[in-house]
């Protein structure tokens, strides 16, 4: 069982927004000290999106996404949610939610190596 589910994608008009959502597995309890998207388009590689640190709620943002998306959610419930907004034709991918169950910081809360747990991913399609 994955220990995290991603929720909320689909397909939108270029110019419309969508709300990712993910959470814990049902059953499954750990700690995390950050939480992000990445999302991977055919042939490309993985890459961030956004996360956010629940020490002091840091904020961080891939440029191509900044002022389009934002990241917010609950450390108590590992919950991450992410409102995307404008959506253009190249954010097409499928968007996975990971965590971070380490405090310490070891390639930076950008970097996907940082986390450790992952999610299956949910398909964001966007119409032109």
């Known amino acids: 069982q994955v220990p995290l589910v991603e929720s909320g994608g689909g397909l939108v008009q270029a110019g419309g927004s969508l709300r990712l959502s993910c959470a814990a597995s049902?059953?499954?309890?750990?700690?995390?000290?950050?939480m992000g998207w990445f999302r991977q388009a055919p042939g490309k590689e993985r890459e961030f999106v956004a996360a956010?640190?629940?020490?002091?709620?840091?904020?961080y943002y891939a440029d191509s996404v900044k002022r389009r998306f934002t990241i917010s959610g609950d450390a108590a419930g590992n919950t991450v949610h992410l409102q995307m907004n404008s959506l253009r034709p190249e954010d097409p991918a499928l968007y996975y939610c990971?965590?971070?169950?380490?405090?310490?910081?070891?390639?930076?809360?950008?970097?996907?190596?940082?986390?450790?747990?992952w999610g299956r991913g949910t398909q964001v399609t966007v119409s032109s």
């Open positions: 049902s059953g499954r309890t750990f700690s995390s000290y950050a």
């Open positions: 990971a965590a971070v169950s380490s405090f310490e910081t070891r390639y930076g809360r950008t970097h996907r190596d940082e986390y450790d747990k």
């Open positions: 956010i640190s629940w020490n002091g709620g840091v904020t």
